[in-house]
């Protein structure tokens, strides 16, 4: 039937999208390479299917989207893929197989959307990158660090905001802030993220590096008005065995000098109530002159725990000093 389709239509393809699973090899091979000879600018919807063009496939010359969802692929289709598409603005890859290095190269890339287990991260060339949302999860009964997130040398957070100069929008998922924690790093980033005004954040409090992390990224960030923070309840990754990996602080020394002078909206969600939560919306308080609103969703608690500890929280966060006179507290029924 798509051959049939794609034979009997005369002129470009502007888009091209397919809903089904478990399609041959030889079939998916061949309707790309169909495509990669006309102007198709968006592709999408490719699911569950193995990717293996032919050795004579160049890519796709116009392409500007693509979406690429469960593919099993070959690290070196990724990313003869990625920079074969000179044209490539958007780009969505979820819980795809075959690639453990994520390696971007693509200097017109504008939107990123990815998600899965990764070696490692490396956006190498996405200097116009300006929304991005990135997650990485590990699949392992036991919950460590794996080996291949920590750098030889320099830090993963620098490593990975040296290519996000223009960045604007940018979501940390599962495991990326610890992935982003790994190496060594300054207090502030060496150039700020200037152009960086919504941030959303995953974040386990009990991991102190991970909250070093996000502090040096909100220090980096000078022009930020809105932020989301998703309280992540689960168990902080420890290091491997074989990894020699010095933890920065503990908890309790942490420090949360910062100032953040254009932070209006807050969103905190999953929150449980523990110190450490209610010191970081403390911290937020008290450095965001100009908040109008923080928005706070607690943890979904069985119903005796969660009116015991609702009401705790309601007295906890109205007793709050606020820097911001004009500051609204929402609390939300989850």
């Avoid at 794609?6 to 061949?30: N, Q, S, W, Y």
């Avoid at 600018?41 to 293996?52: A, D, F, G, M, Q």
Wanted: glycine share 2%; hydrophobic share 40%.
């Amino acid at each position: 039937m798509v051959d049939h389709v794609l034979l009997l239509h005369i002129g470009p393809i502007r888009k091209f999208e397919l809903f089904a699973d478990d399609l041959a090899t030889r079939d998916i091979d061949r309707w790309l390479t169909h495509l990669s000879r006309n102007s198709i600018k968006e592709l999408s919807n490719l699911h569950k299917v193995w990717l293996k063009p032919p050795s004579t496939f160049k890519g796709f010359r116009s392409l500007k989207s693509l979406q690429l969802v469960g593919i099993t692929m070959a690290q070196h289709v990724f990313e003869n893929l990625t920079c074969c598409t000179p044209l490539l603005e958007r780009l969505i890859l979820r819980h795809c197989y075959g690639v453990t290095t994520l390696n971007i190269d693509a200097p017109n890339l504008k939107f990123l959307d990815i998600s899965g287990v990764f070696d490692v991260v490396n956006p190498k060339s996405t200097l116009n990158l300006t929304d991005a949302s990135i997650g990485v999860t590990i699949y392992s009964p036991v919950s460590r660090v794996p080996v291949s997130w920590v750098p030889s040398s320099s830090s993963n957070l620098l490593k990975i905001f040296y290519h996000l100069p223009h960045i604007r929008r940018f979501a940390i998922k599962s495991h990326f802030l610890k992935y982003l924690s790994l190496g060594a790093f300054p207090e502030k980033l060496p150039k700020p993220c200037e152009y960086l005004n919504v941030l959303s954040i995953d974040i386990c409090l009990d991991d102190p590096d991970a909250i070093l992390t996000a502090l040096c990224i909100l220090r980096s960030s000078p022009a930020l008005q809105e932020l989301e923070i998703f309280m992540d309840a689960r168990k902080k990754l420890t290091s491997s065995p074989t990894v020699v990996e010095e933890q920065k602080s503990s908890c309790l020394d942490v420090s949360y000098n910062c100032t953040l002078s254009q932070l209006r909206l807050v969103k905190i969600t999953e929150i449980s109530g523990v110190k450490a939560e209610l010191d970081f919306i403390r911290f937020l308080l008290l450095s965001s002159p100009v908040l109008e609103r923080m928005t706070v969703t607690p943890h979904k608690f069985p119903k005796p725990v969660y009116v015991e500890r609702f009401s705790k929280l309601v007295k906890e966060l109205l007793q709050f000093k606020r820097e911001s006179k004009h500051a609204e507290i929402i609390l939300l029924d989850p």
